[in-house]
């Protein structure tokens, strides 16, 4: 992500959301692998809370970073063999 977009989207997010959002966004493929499962679905849970929080303001650039974010958590869950019923969708 280039600075200037990551400055706009910490510049419009609530303080807690920032804070969530700067965890996730630092997960990597490499990184969930060492994670476990309460955690790895801890992340999971907060993608999702975030989205629908951030959803209403139509905020396409952080909501498909999210969802970016999100289908990189979902595939090391399939990993595991976690069932996953709750795909986000871009904007």
Request: net charge positive; hydrophobic share 40%.
């Amino acid at each position: 992500m280039n600075i200037l977009k990551q400055y706009l989207i910490e510049i419009s997010l609530p303080s807690s959301s920032k804070k969530i959002f700067s965890r996730l966004k630092d997960l990597t493929p490499v990184l969930l692998k060492k994670l476990d499962n309460k955690i790895l679905l801890d992340y999971h849970r907060k993608c999702h809370m975030l989205y629908q929080a951030h959803i209403k303001w139509k905020d396409r650039d952080f909501i498909n970073s999210i969802v970016d974010i999100h289908d990189m958590i979902v595939k090391e869950m399939e990993r595991r063999r976690f069932k996953h019923k709750s795909p986000l969708k871009k904007i």
